[in-house]
């Protein structure tokens, strides 16, 4: 499909219901993991390395033990004791280097944060008193940071048996035609960048709450977390034992953006540690802890080349890339740098030949793994900033050059193979100039000079690739009081799939919302799923849903028919229940439960096809030339979402992503000293947007439906964090073109731009 619908009105769209969990959210009923303790649960506290690198001569546990109200201090000795496992990657990719790493340290620590010890007590405080007594005997050593200079050959190694530190060499394209494309070409543009490290900063902290009951040999988490049933076998490998032995249950979720989507070395050591001490346990991190140890997204540094002919046609792309993983491979954090990117390589634009080479690499900090897109803002990234810089280093439009290389026709076929069978971005990008205003900047900016404004104008498109892991389940229970239970394997930790899919499923099946009831992330009644991740949970999900919704309504008719004596094509589902035609009778749900008893349909998607959620961005911004400092006075947009389920939850899940993007791009920086200390460790060092540094978003959505799935729906999670950041830059770089600034990397602030237009 190339023609787009209609513009979608969000707040009169009658499919825009509001978010059903939010009232008990408001009323302070959510119920976190935090909200779950029981009487005699212990806490568990987790030391943690002071150093980024160094041996672990000694560790004196004897003080901490004599603190009162101690239950047990644990150390890397008693793992390799109880013969514990090793944690492993979900991520298999071609020569990829997993060093063995326990849940805590034992002969030596590789990041400021590393796990060194576990201490269990009756009481946070006593638990504290504890960690102050413990000595920990350590050698310091140099550290790594740079992953540059992590591979240089003197530099030292991080693990034995990764040479260079290098972790793994990736290569996808074809660099023979990439290389002769580029001999043809009458411009060549280049840009060599650096992707800022972020923190996810999940409102809510990572919280266990580990429970083992010994008669099954049974472990219970209950934790926040998502896509449990994926590292549910990486905690059963470090455990030694089978899945089913393990159950992993996540209540409401505050939040994840990937940084929860990780087998945690604190996951397995609180089941183990349970098991020990015959008691219930509960962690939470604390705020230092998650910037400290919880994974971080982006890091890695690219040079990107662009090959283009007289007249501004793209030939080609050519990507290098060094990829930050870290001090360990965390559960995903290789496919953030390969895998994931490279369905959106080149973006929305039709690129005749493509290479990409990416270099995962080894050094002193906190692993990296997936955060909001996972390498396709990384990707968009790159090729809208060459963009933006060929336009202006050769004499083009950028806005002309950008349509100019748009597919022609669709299904279109990129450079590595991927199909994308439905989009109209020419569309987007004319719908976008109008719903920004572009004719009118010009006006703006001048009224900008007069007050002593750089005013600067970014326009750039993005390309989602929707789809992670393959496979999702969803089922449909009638429950003994009259309820349907909906189960999906998919999981929602803020997206409001509690209020979207029993909206799909009830209108599906013309029942009211009232009569379902959600259930998700408890591996007890949800036995398998492919949680959230690559914004998959409706394209994968909703085919599921509608499979066990058709098979359910056969199922309400046919127990209607029994009970009634009658055929199923005399009965039909209305909002009461069943109705027999002849008749007129109802039966109600309740009725049918009652007296037909519980049953339940199954619905399985196994699609492993890609969708291609795309749209075209605008941002002005406004810079005091006297500080450097940035006002983002406007945002908007134009998006193709596919068909849409809910636009109202569409929205916000976009408004989210956006906030998150901007914020790499202009405040946020996981910054290490070259000791490897995270100098960017508290609220106080770490920017996060706030209110007043976000505009109104004015986003317009295109519905064009994909083949990709039956529901025609692409998804919308990810978007945001995608498009936001080369619109945001591309609009500051434009508002320095007087003081002939082409570049500069995120985040951009004051300092950085001050330093810029002055030349310091």
Known sequence: MTESHALTDTRADPRSRRRAEDERFLRGQGRYTADLTEDGDLIALVVRSPHAHALIRKI????????????????????????????????????????????????????????????????????????????????????????????????????????????????????????????????????????????????????????????????????????????????????????????????????????????????????WAAKTIGRALIWTADRLEEFSSGVHGRDNITHGRLALDAKGRFLALDVKTISNLGAYVSSLGPGAATTAPTPAMGGVYSIPAMAMHVEGVFTHTAPVDAYRGAGKP??????????????????????????????????????????????????????????????????????????????????????????????????????????????????????????????????????????????????????????????RSFPMAGPAMAEAAARFRIMLLSAAGTLLQATDSECELITDGVRHHPTGRVISLSELARDAGVFEAHGRNDADLYNFPMGCHIAEVEIDPETGRVALLRYSGADDYGTLINPLLAEGQVHGGLAQGIGQAMLEDIRYDDNGQLISATLMDYAVPRGDDLPDFEIAFVENATAANPLGVKGAGQAGAIAAPQTVMNAIIDALAPFGVTHLDMPATPEKIWRAMNRT
């Open 60 to 271: 004196d546990t004897t003080p901490a033990q004599q603190v009162p109200k101690v239950r047990a201090v644990f150390t890397g000795d008693d793992l390799v004791r109880a013969g514990l496992g090793p944690l492993s990657c979900s991520l298999p990719l071609s020569g990829l280097i997993v060093p063995e790493r326990l849940p805590l340290a034992t002969d030596r620590v590789r990041f400021m944060g590393d796990p060194v010890a576990l201490i269990v007590a009756e009481t946070l405080a006593a638990a504290q008193d504890a960690a102050e007594a413990l000595i920990i005997d350590y050698d310091a050593l140099p550290a790594l940071i740079d992953p540059r200079v992590a591979q240089n050959a003197d530099a030292p190694l991080v693990w034995t048996n990764a040479p260079n530190n290098r972790a793994f060499t990736y290569e996808k394209g074809d660099p023979a035609a990439v290389a002769d494309a580029f001999a043809m070409a009458t411009h060549i543009a280049e840009i060599h960048l650096v992707n800022n490290r972020v923190a996810a900063m999940a409102l809510e902290p990572r919280t266990v709450r580990a429970v083992y009951d010994p008669t099954r040999d049974h472990y219970t988490l209950t934790l926040s977390a998502a896509s449990i049933h994926l590292f549910r076998p990486e905690i059963a490998k470090v455990l030694r034992v089978r899945d089913e032995q393990i159950d992993l249950i996540v209540p409401d979720a505050g939040g994840g953006f990937g940084m929860k989507n990780v087998a945690y070395p604190e996951y397995a050591l609180l089941a």
């Open 378 to 535: 990384e990707a968009n990234y790159l090729i809208e900033r060459l963009i933006d810089i060929a336009a202006r280093q050769f004499g083009f439009d950028a806005i002309a050059l950008r349509r100019m290389n748009l597919p022609k026709r669709y299904p279109h076929v990129n450079a590595f193979g991927y199909t994308i069978d439905s989009g109209a971005p020419r569309d987007l990008l004319t719908r976008a100039l109008v719903h920004a205003d572009v004719k009118g900047f010009r006006k703006r900016q001048a009224q900008s000079k007069k007050r002593g404004r750089l005013r600067g104008l970014g326009v750039a498109f993005f390309l989602e690739t929707s789809r992670g892991p393959v496979g999702e389940d969803a089922w449909l229970r009638l429950q003994h009081n009259g309820f349907i239970d909906l189960a999906v394997g998919s999981q929602s930790n803020g997206q409001g799939h509690e209020t979207s899919m029993i909206q799909f499923v009830a209108d599906t099946l013309g029942l009211p919302f009232s009569a379902f009831r959600y259930v998700q992330a408890d591996t007890r009644v949800v036995p398998s799923g492919g949680g959230h991740g690559g914004a």
